[in-house]
Structures are given as structure tokens and as C-alpha cells.
């Protein structure tokens, strides 16, 4: 199925209605088999087990980022090719990044206390995924503050743009800054340093994530073009009481 | 399985997230039945889109 054809509304609720059963139950499947793994995996010669707080909370950094770039896509398609379901994408990813940033903030505070010897240190890594999080409340106040969705839309999509400068700094921060933080060990060059032990749990947990995410969003987008349906409804209805 | 000196912080942290991901998961399905009950309610009292068709119609 083309791009182009997603762009009808009903299409898109067709399509999701009959795949979202499907990603639900993958999603679940992932994430028993991930935590299994996690469970399983063994103690690191250096953290002990709280080497499996890393299984939570690098896929949920990852995902912190990936939403944001998936808002970006979204914006240029509100502003660039105008698709009818852009701003649908972009407003209902927001929430969800909102609670993939939080959850790496807050498990990487948990992880950092007994590794660093402190929940948080103002360094790049650390103050720049805050501010990512701070970025994601903003956009979802922005959202709230404009009735008109069209509106709401382009200015989001502006502010979204502007922000994915942040996505760079946060992934090279650990390089260009002196930071608590370990630099990247799964995707950088020369291949991950991370044990298989320690690897294979981590990237199927982190698949487990990607699945929750697309299950969530595409249910999120069902619901918002509900509630556009339920706006044109009221104003219509709101139309004709006037006339009578 | 033994999780050592630093338990309370490896349970917490999956405790949050667990926490987490099951309000989003809520949240998102008490929507969905709020907007179709919303629909429901405006096509029951007699308002319809232009087309016609059903506001739940996804076919």
C-alpha cells in the first residue's frame, strides 16, 4: 500500500483495525521473551545485576530520539506535502516520546545512583535528554493551546523542526563533552562493544519497544481522527441548532 | 535469581516502567471507547457527516 493512499482517513482506520490485533499480540510475545532474556541474563563483572536496569533504559533512550525524528518526518509532511494525516501522526507521537524520554530520565537516574555515586549530574548527556523531555511538553501544551488543529499543526511542526537540532547533540554529546556518561556501545564505528550476553537481550528488548510504540502510536491515530470526526459532528450540530 | 546490594533500584526502575507503559496503554483505550460513545451519541441524535456514511465506518 502506497504512502498516498493512507492519506484517506477511513483507509488508514481500515488498515490499522486490522493490524493493530496483530502488533499487540507481536508486541507482547517481544517483551515476554525480552524480559525472560533480561532476567536471565548474567550479573556484569563491574555493575552486578543492575547491568539489566541497561535493558529498560537503553530502549527507551532510543526510542526518546527515534519519536522525535518520526515527529520531524511528520512535520515536513505537514508543512512540505500537506499529507491530511501528518499532524494526526505528529500530535498523537508526542505523548508517547513524552513517556519514552521520562522513563529514560528516570531509569537512568535509578541506574546512575549506585554506578556514579548520584541520581543526576549536569553534564551534556543528562541535560540534554531533559531538555528533550521539557521540548515534548511544550509541544503537547502547544497542541492544548490552539483549538484549530490546522493551526496547531503548522506551528508544531515548526517548533518540532527546530528542535530536532537537540537529536545530534544528545547522540554526540558523550563524544564531544566530558560527561558521566558512557560513550556509544552498540551502534558506533568498528561494531558494539556490549557482550552477546548482554547484546542480544538488549536489542530484542529494544524491538519489543519499537513494536510498543508503533501499536501505541497507530491506536493513538485511530483515536484522533475520532475525535476530528466527533469536532466536525458538534460544529455541525452546533450549525443547525443556531439556524433553528 | 538474586538481583545483590542494589535490589530496591533494578525493581523500581521496571516497577516505573511497567507502571508506565500500562497508563499509556489505558489511557489510549479509554479514548478510543470515549470517542466511539461521543460518536455514537451525535449520530444518534439524528447528526451525520456529509457523506453520508457512518463516523465509525472504516470499511
Redesign the interface.
Given at each position: 500500500m502506497m504512502l498516498i493512499d493512507l492519506a484517506n482517513p477511513?483507509r488508514f482506520?481500515?488498515l490499522t483495525?486490522r493490524i493493530l490485533p496483530w502488533l499487540a499480540a507481536a508486541t507482547a510475545i517481544m517483551l515476554l521473551i525480552g524480559l525472560y532474556q533480561s532476567?536471565a541474563a548474567p550479573?556484569d563483572y563491574q555493575q552486578?545485576?543492575?547491568v539489566?536496569?541497561m535493558f529498560?533504559?537503553v530502549p527507551?533512550a532510543w526510542l526518546s530520539m527515534f519519536v522525535w525524528g518520526v515527529m520531524s518526518v511528520a512535520a515536513l509532511g505537514t508543512l512540505v506535502w500537506r499529507h491530511p494525516l501528518a499532524d494526526v501522526a505528529a500530535k498523537t507521537a508526542a505523548?508517547?516520546g513524552a513517556?519514552f524520554t521520562?522513563?529514560a530520565l528516570?531509569?537512568g537516574s535509578?541506574?546512575g545512583?549506585?554506578m556514579w555515586g548520584t541520581y543526576w549530574e549536569w553534564d551534556a548527556r543528562l541535560t540534554s535528554m531533559l531538555i528533550l523531555f521539557l521540548m515534548y511538553l511544550g509541544l503537547i501544551a502547544l497542541w492544548r493551546a490552539v483549538e484549530d488543529p490546522s493551526r496547531a499543526a503548522r506551528a508544531a511542526a515548526v517548533l518540532t523542526l527546530v528542535g530536532a537540532i537537540n537529536l545530534p547533540i544528545i547522540k554526540f554529546s558523550v563524544d564531544w563533552w566530558n560527561t558521566l556518561h558512557q560513550p556509544a556501545s552498540v551502534f558506533r564505528m568498528g561494531g558494539p562493544t556490549l557482550d552477546r550476553a548482554f547484546l542480544i537481550p538488549l536489542l530484542v528488548m529494544a524491538l519489543a519497544f519499537s513494536l510498543?510504540f508503533v501499536t501505541?502510536h497507530l491506536?493513538?491515530m485511530?483515536?484522533e481522527i475520532?475525535?476530528r470526526?466527533?469536532r466536525?459532528?458538534?460544529m455541525?450540530?452546533a450549525t443547525?441548532q443556531q439556524a433553528a | 535469581m538474586s538481583l545483590g546490594p542494589y535490589a530496591s533500584f533494578i525493581v523500581t526502575s521496571y516497577g516505573i516502567v511497567a507502571a508506565v507503559v500500562l497508563f499509556l496503554i489505558v489511557w489510549i483505550a479509554t479514548d478510543y471507547r470515549r470517542q466511539r460513545e461521543r460518536l455514537r451519541e451525535l449520530e444518534a441524535s439524528g447528526i451525520s457527516r456529509r457523506s453520508g456514511r457512518s463516523a465509525m465506518d472504516i470499511q
Open positions: 477511513t482506520l481500515s483495525a532476567a550479573d552486578g545485576a543492575t539489566k536496569i529498560i533504559h527507551n505523548p508517547i513517556a521520562f522513563l528516570v531509569t535509578l541506574w545512583r549506585p510498543l501505541l491506536a493513538a485511530r483515536n475520532l475525535r470526526r466527533v466536525a459532528l458538534q455541525m450540530q443547525r | -
